[in-house]
């Protein structure tokens, strides 16, 4: 390793150090102090090594692409909000108070792209040092955002985990390759649509921890993805040319893989995954299978007869049990359940219209266990 890059990695793991200590011990960097702390790093790091700006061809090109399709996808992110619903922001919209929450933030992210940009074009030749750079600003993430979480907790690191640090993770891969290959600029572009939108939208798509973490960490894998592909340079190799090719089609399948799953997953659509939780349906379906439900019944319950299970909600707990005999009720048809359980009792409620969320087509053996195990975990 060369005399600069020692340096250079030693200053991003002091400053990594510095971050820990403040998450797990004591947190004392506040938002302003994120900022001064950031700028202490820049101006240790043009100490020890220089600037080095980048010079880029077709630059208006780069950041217009970059600008367009960032808002591409934030109108996609808030798109989402027409099957989950929207929620009234609840930061104030007042001038003043936009400014006071807004300006940290703005300030954290210009620093932050323009030290990466410096970090990440010193230390460009090492593998270690760009992932110690990842890193770093995913710890720099988890600052900002930790006082949301009790990281004493299971359910807290959990939480954490799911809604900062995955999704940070893919957001500093992306900026760390936008600023390799085009300096600070295009980063801090998207960095500012996605990280100051929060403070200044009158409502904000109703997402679960699930949903968003799945979005924020494919929008800016698909980014990286398609600025690769508009700007990539002509490679002479065929056998670099032929991994591209391969990278790009495993990228791809990745996306689409994930985005079946947002679908499956996130109750959005006529077909649900669900785990199961509960042994009450045993042996014909076990503690941690996961269900494929067809909600599009919910619509039409005269498609239901006895002998389908269902999947209906009373009292906001879910349950999937046997349908073993359809009434009708003033008028109204109902359901009586059972599970299929060796001595399992008939359940003590009518399941009404209202409560049906769809009838089980078929199940996937062990696959929920993961989703089980996290809620144990969160719950416990």
């Excluded at 960097?29 to 600037?51: C, H, N």
């Excluded at 940070?168 to 649509?193: Q, R, T, V, W």
Aim: net charge positive; glycine share 6%; hydrophobic share 50%.
């Amino acid at each position: 390793m060369k005399k600069n890059e020692k340096k250079l990695i030693n200053l991003v793991l002091l400053s990594s150090s510095i971050l820990l200590l403040n998450i797990f011990i004591k947190n004392i960097l506040t938002e302003y102090l994120l900022f001064v702390f950031l700028g202490i790093v820049f101006g240790i790091s043009y100490y020890l090594l220089g600037f080095e700006r980048t010079r880029i061809q077709d630059k208006k090109k780069v950041l217009g692409f970059v600008t367009v399709y960032s808002f591409a996808f934030f109108i996609l992110l808030y798109g989402l909000g027409l099957f989950t619903g929207y929620l009234k922001n609840s930061y104030s919209l007042k001038p003043l108070m936009i400014l006071k929450n807004t300006v940290p933030v703005i300030l954290i992210i210009i620093i932050s792209e323009v030290l990466r940009s410096n970090l990440c074009r010193k230390g460009e030749n090492s593998k270690l040092i760009l992932i110690s750079i990842i890193i770093f600003f995913t710890l720099v993430d988890i600052v900002l955002s930790q006082h949301l979480y009790d990281i004493s907790t299971i359910g807290g690191i959990l939480g954490l985990s799911t809604v900062v640090i995955i999704p940070s993770i893919f957001k500093n891969i992306l900026l760390n390759d936008l600023s390799l290959k085009f300096g600070y600029l295009p980063g801090m572009i998207y960095a500012l649509i996605f990280g100051v939108y929060v403070y200044i939208m009158p409502i904000v798509p109703n997402l679960n921890d699930y949903l968003t973490s799945t979005v924020m960490f494919l929008l800016p894998l698909a980014l990286k993805i398609l600025v690769d592909k508009r700007f990539e340079e002509k490679e002479e190799d065929e056998d670099l040319r032929d991994k591209k090719y391969v990278s790009k089609a495993i990228n791809a399948f990745l996306i689409v893989i994930m985005a079946v799953l947002i679908a499956l997953f996130s109750n959005l659509f006529p077909i649900w995954i669900a785990a199961v939780g509960s042994g009450s349906m045993e042996p014909t379906i076990m503690t941690g299978d996961a269900i494929i439900v067809d909600k599009t019944v919910a619509k039409d319950v005269n498609k239901l007869k006895k002998g389908d299970v269902l999947v209906f909600k009373i009292q906001d707990t879910i349950y999937t049990h046997r349908i073993i005999e359809i009434r009708e009720i003033n008028g109204t048809k109902a359901m009586i359940t059972q599970g299929d359980r060796e001595g399992q009792a008939v359940d003590r409620w009518v399941v009404t219209p209202k409560d049906v969320i769809g009838v089980v087509k078929f199940k996937i053996s062990y696959v929920g266990w993961p989703t089980i195990w996290l809620s144990r975990m969160i719950e416990g």
